[in-house]
Every structure is written in C-alpha cells, then in structure tokens.
C-alpha cells in the first residue's frame, strides 16, 4: 500500500494516539509505503510522543510497561539462577567422581602396600650398630624439636619389631615405614620440666633412610 503526504500525517495522528510508539514506513520516491519498494527505498522509523503520565491512559500505560519491565526482570533473573543450577551440579558431580577416583586408587594403593608388608614379614633384623646409630638419629632430631635441647633426659627406646603402613605428615599419602619410639623430658622456656614425652622416628624398610618423626 502506498502513502501520499497526507496519509502520512494522518498515520502520525493515529500513532500519536495509540498505544504504539513507534512504526517503520518506507519512502519510495515522492511517496510512502508500509513495504519496502525497492533497491532505494529509504526506511523512516515514525515514533510518538510517550502517553502523558497524567492522563488515565497514560497512567495505565506506564504501569503495564513497567510490569513487562519487571516480568522480563523476573524472567531473566530465573534463567540466570536455573543456569547456575546447572553449573553447580556439574562441578558437584565432578567432584564427587574425583572423590571416587581418589578413593579408589588409595585403596589400591593401600593393597598394594598391605601385601608389600606381608612380604617383610619375618625378616632378619638389622645389626646392632645400625639400630643404635637409628636411636641416635632420632635423638637428634627430637631434640631439634625441645625449647632446651641441652636439658633434654631421654629414658625408654623401643625398636617396632616389623614397619608398619604409615600417613605421612602433611599428606594423605601412606608409606611403609619402620618406627623406632623413644621418651624424653626437657625443660619448658621457663626453666622447669615439663614431664616424660614419647617420640616416634620413621624409618624407611630397609632401616637406612630417616622418613620422618611424630611426637
């Protein structure tokens, strides 16, 4: 449908009128259109005045804009909130494999470790002199630990008579390792006794490699 000048205006009027606020026409030459009517066609976005707050239909107006406002608000946000749903049981079900596949594979390396210990079962002890140079190791290193190392009073010492699956310190990683345990009493920082307390020194199976010591 084509539009002369006239019908242009009176578009304008109705528009201005109406609940719309704005509408595309086409300019084909020296008239105006609703469809496009050429490879010249010029668009012309016609917009109305917003309705007039003060009026009951402009009143009414502006409540239903701002309702659709807040309903796509609401929208928007439930979507975003679903979406992060979505997000957080993803990365729990990742977790919660990865916990399964930690927990396996300690397991098995745990087995591995219990029929490693079956095979050291039995075994000849060490010499003397190893054993004793053990116990004076782990004094050394029990003593690194003491407020007053030179007061240190050291009285039981027991060699475990077979190694043992172990935790090591500051991990969850478990080792075979051979304890040696011994009592000591120091002095506190202010001067006196603070009781008999037992250390124990890990060594690696063989009984050659210091591992590490828990009090």
């Known amino acids: 449908m084509t539009l002369n000048n006239k019908t242009l205006a009176i578009l304008v009027i109705s528009l201005a009128s109406s609940s719309a606020f704005a509408q595309k026409v086409y300019k084909c030459g020296n008239t105006y259109s609703q469809q496009p009517c050429g490879a010249n066609t010029q668009e012309i976005e016609i917009k109305a005045p917003p309705p007039d707050p003060n009026t009951i239909e402009g009143m009414l107006e502006g409540y239903k804009r701002l309702e659709e406002k807040l309903d796509a608000a609401s929208k928007k946000a439930e979507a975003e909130r679903k979406k992060n749903e979505e997000i957080t049981k993803k990365r729990e079900a990742a977790r919660a494999l990865q916990e399964q596949e930690r927990a396996k594979q300690a397991k098995e390396e745990e087995d591995n470790l219990k029929a490693e210990l079956e095979t050291l079962?039995?075994?000849?002890?060490?010499?003397?002199?190893?054993?004793?140079n053990n116990?004076?190791?782990?004094?050394s290193f029990i003593k690194r630990r003491l407020k007053d190392p030179m007061s240190a009073v050291f009285d039981q010492q027991y060699r475990h008579q077979e190694p043992m699956i172990i935790t090591k310190p500051n991990s969850d990683k478990k080792v075979?390792?051979?304890?040696?345990?011994?009592?000591?009493?120091?002095k506190n920082s202010f001067g006196g006794y603070v009781g008999f307390k037992s250390y124990s020194c890990f060594f690696d199976v063989n009984e050659d490699d210091f591992l590490f010591i828990l009090d």
Do not use: E, Q, W
């Not at 116990?135 to 004094?139: A, L, N, W, Y």
């Open 121 to 132: 079962r039995g075994r000849p002890m060490p010499s003397a002199a190893t054993i004793r």
């Open 135 to 139: 116990f004076d190791r782990c004094k």
């Open 176 to 186: 075979l390792a051979h304890p040696y345990r011994i009592s000591v009493n120091a």
